[in-house]
């Protein structure tokens, strides 16, 4: 596999009251809206935290800092590209009365619970969504203190 073929991605999983905050995006390759979680490619020179704080931001207008390391996923795209993506979950106390998208690619932001997720007509943007959102429903909380600085 080409190097140009990997990618490196994070993504913020924003749990509050019982409800997963999610992004409406339209899919690049298949031109279709989808749901997906505050997500996207990590900067040249950037740390993971630095780059899943930037996405929630960009993409949802918060300032966030995570609580917890959830793993690693991996996906095989059809594109032929494969994305090993850093999950990080956020568990806010309080939000802010109103936050919008910074990034125009961003349609919506809508808080559904798992099952609303399931019972939209919005597809979630891969099995990874879901994946990411049943590991915080199980528990899983792995110390960020298991990821080193960038040296």
């Given at each position: 596999m080409?190097?140009?073929?990997?990618?490196?991605?994070?993504?913020?999983?924003v749990y509050y009251q019982g409800?997963?905050?999610?992004?409406?995006?339209?899919?690049?390759l298949s031109g279709r809206e989808v749901l997906n979680q505050p997500a996207g490619h990590m900067e040249e020179d950037e740390d993971l935290l630095s780059a899943v704080c930037r996405e929630v931001y960009e993409e949802t207008g918060l300032t966030l800092l995570p609580t917890a390391w959830l793993g690693l996923s991996q996906l095989k795209a059809s594109n032929g590209h494969t994305y090993v993506r850093v999950n990080f979950l956020f568990e806010p106390d309080s939000l802010p009365p109103a936050f919008r998208p910074q990034d125009p690619d961003i349609l919506a932001l809508h808080w559904l619970s798992r099952n609303e997720l399931l019972a939209q007509k919005l597809p979630p943007r891969s099995q990874l969504v879901l994946d990411a959102i049943d590991l915080c429903l199980a528990g899983t909380r792995l110390p960020l203190s298991l990821i080193q600085p960038l040296c």
């Open positions: 080409s190097r140009n073929r990997l990618h490196l991605t994070v993504a913020a999983v409800r997963f905050l999610l992004v409406q995006e339209r899919d690049k």
